[in-house]
């Protein structure tokens, strides 16, 4: 979903470019584009209607974008006066493949887009790039994600922060979490922020995330203190929780 009729200012997160460069080479596999739509639902509008324009929107995908996979957030966990009713997230395998479903989509998607803005409105589009940290489960479905906000510390850097991050996955992981992990680095049309990237945590379910949460509670903090000491934090604010709903898995 590639919102054209919102006057969207794209602004470039200066050092986002960078991060992206360092993530290119510590990443087991290549950076991918990530966009978010946030939005609020329409008077009398609601999620029914959202997920009939989302059907239609896989199916314009299929012939036009296949690898464009696409997710409907919700908040359950948050500051509700700040979060937006509905977060449409969207990836694509490649900069090179988002463009060109961008492409088509200009050319070709506004009858569907049309149907979108009856339902909602949205006020803001923003493009991060998503690194893998550890995530053999490979792409998420229907879930819960968590996104937490971490910046680098002074004397570290993009490479020290992922591998950390990826230390701390592994410990929890043998505590018996089940959870994947992803960092999203802001690129365009972020706000200013005082933060270098998003700590991305998903799972199957809401009984696996409240399990982690046990084993978090229960030893796995320290784990996560001993792996980013001296290398970054992710205490900038409390973290978000969001119902996943996935819209369309890209084609294989």
Same mark, same amino acid.
């Given at each position: 979903?590639?919102?054209?009729? *919102? ?24 950076p991918a584009p990530v966009e ?24 314009? *995908? ?94 570290? =850097? ?15 992981? =043998? ?16 706000? =200013? ?60």
């Amino acid at each position: 979903m590639k919102w054209t009729t *919102a006057a969207l200012t794209l602004s470039l997160a200066a050092s986002g470019w960078t991060q992206l460069a360092v993530a290119q080479d510590a990443a087991a596999t290549p950076p991918a584009p990530v966009e978010a739509f946030y939005c609020n639902m329409q008077s009398g509008k609601d999620m029914k209607d959202l997920m009939q324009v989302a059907e239609r929107f896989s199916a314009w *995908a299929d012939s036009n974008d296949p690898g464009y996979a696409a997710w409907i957030l919700t908040p359950v966990f948050g500051q509700f006066n700040e979060l937006p009713q509905v977060v449409w997230l969207g990836s694509n395998v490649s900069g090179d493949a988002f463009g060109a479903g961008l492409e088509a989509w200009l050319e070709g998607g506004q009858d569907v887009q049309q149907a979108f803005d009856k339902v909602v409105d949205c006020g803001a589009h923003m493009l991060a790039s998503s690194v893998e940290v550890n995530a053999p489960d490979g792409p998420p479905g229907d879930g819960v994600v968590m996104f937490t906000r971490c910046s680098i510390a002074e004397d570290s =850097d993009f490479n020290r922060a992922l591998a950390a991050h990826r230390d701390y996955s592994a410990a929890m992981r =043998d505590m018996g979490a089940k959870n994947s992990n992803w960092l999203f680095v802001p690129m365009l049309g972020a706000p =200013d922020h005082e933060f270098d990237y998003w700590g991305v945590s998903t799972f199957a379910s809401w009984s696996e995330y409240f399990a982690g949460y046990e084993m978090y509670v229960r030893g796995g903090w320290k784990k996560g203190m001993d792996a980013m000491q001296g290398v970054a934090t992710c205490e900038q604010g409390s973290p978000s929780v969001w119902n996943v709903k996935q819209v369309r898995a890209r084609a294989s």
